[in-house]
């Protein structure tokens, strides 16, 4: 099952390729939050839902582009958990930094998780409590690392407005910060890179699930500020509370 859901965000990867290296129109539009959208989310998305349904047909899908309402999911104990392209704001500035997220969520836990970042050709996936980074057609299990000082990996696109993190931060004593996009956050605590990721801005579901799989078979946490894991059974908002991936 992983290698096919490994095999699947390369596809939509590949979708997403297209319109960043200008073959397609990029066609940047706004969602009633204002979070842009783009052709590239469209395509992705069309990628993996055929794919999923194909691959898994009594499994349902919750995908940022297709939201289903609260009464169809209510009574979800497993569905499939997808962002087609997680950073989109990271895609429309080039940066490379957005990721494919694809989850497998059972009873609320993330229990299979893929995030593929396509401009530089890493995929990190996750199930059966392991978890895996492949690169340059090398695969290999990863786990976390301490490290002192600690390197935080905190949000590019809301570090710099988020008063909370600064004095966060400003409390945690010797450290040293990296900026990163999408949930390559995630990836760089799971592969040793990193010892902790703070997040006190808003995110959704879908930004999380894979990112959390492959960071907790890695032997990170992932729990909210009140200490809690975080829970993706099925609520009729999609917005997590603010939490902390971290080594300890």
Known sequence: MLEHICQLAREAGDAIMKIYEGEAPLNVSHKSDDSPVTAADIAAHNVIIIGLSALDENTPILS?????????RQHWQRYWLVDPLDGTKEFIKRNGEFTVNIALIERGKPVLGVVYAPVIDVMYSAADGKAWKEEGGHKSQITVQNAHPPLVVVSRSHADSDEELKEY???????????????LKFCLVAEGKAQLYPRFGP????????????????????????????DYAPKESF??????????
């Open 64 to 72: 940022e582009e297709a939201p289903q309402s609260w009464e169809i």
């Open 169 to 183: 931060l400003n409390q945690m004593g010797e450290h040293q910060t990296v900026a990163v996009g999408s949930s």
């Open 203 to 230: 995110t959704n579901i879908w930004d999380t699930g894979a990112g959390h799989a492959v960071a907790i078979a890695a032997g990170a946490h992932v729990h909210d500020w009140q200490g809690h894991s975080l």
């Open 239 to 248: 917005l997590n509370p603010g939490f902390r991936v971290s080594i300890f």
